[in-house]
């Protein structure tokens, strides 16, 4: 169930990140951070998948790890982006709170892969 949510929610997350981006680059001219934003912000979802195709449990693990991750910094840009007046407050509110779900999610994954694979 946790891993269609996140798969879902992490390939939403990614479609919000490219509109914002997006915006970034055409109305604001940031290029060098949205390219930061949207590597780490679609990487979410593609470790997601690459996650669900992995070779072992450990590899399914890892790559989870990773997603984890890279919502951690997405996290970061999105907090770079809104404190320097980049990006309006309420849509970053917004955006942290799905980051924050998606690390959540991720890190139950994780963990709770971990535990079947001592057990």
């Known amino acids: ?8 929610k992490s390939y939403q997350f990614a479609l ?7 915006q970034l680059r055409e109305k604001k001219n940031e290029y060098h951070i ?8 679609t990487s979410i979802g593609a470790n997601v998948e690459e996650a669900n195709a992995g070779q072992s449990k450990k590899d399914f693990i890892a790559k989870m790890s990773i997603a984890s991750k890279e919502a951690r910094e997405t996290h970061y840009w999105i907090r770079l982006l809104t404190d320097s007046d980049y990006i309006d407050k309420d849509i970053a509110k917004s955006l ?3 980051c924050d779900e998606l690390v959540r999610l991720l890190t139950a994954i994780v963990k709770t892969s971990q535990l079947n694979i001592q057990h």
Not at 34 to 41: K, P
């Open 1 to 8: 169930m946790k891993q269609n949510q996140v798969k879902d």
């Open 16 to 22: 919000r990140t490219i509109t914002l981006c997006k």
């Open 34 to 41: 949205a390219g930061q934003l949207i590597r780490s912000g």
């Open 96 to 98: 942290l709170n799905d």
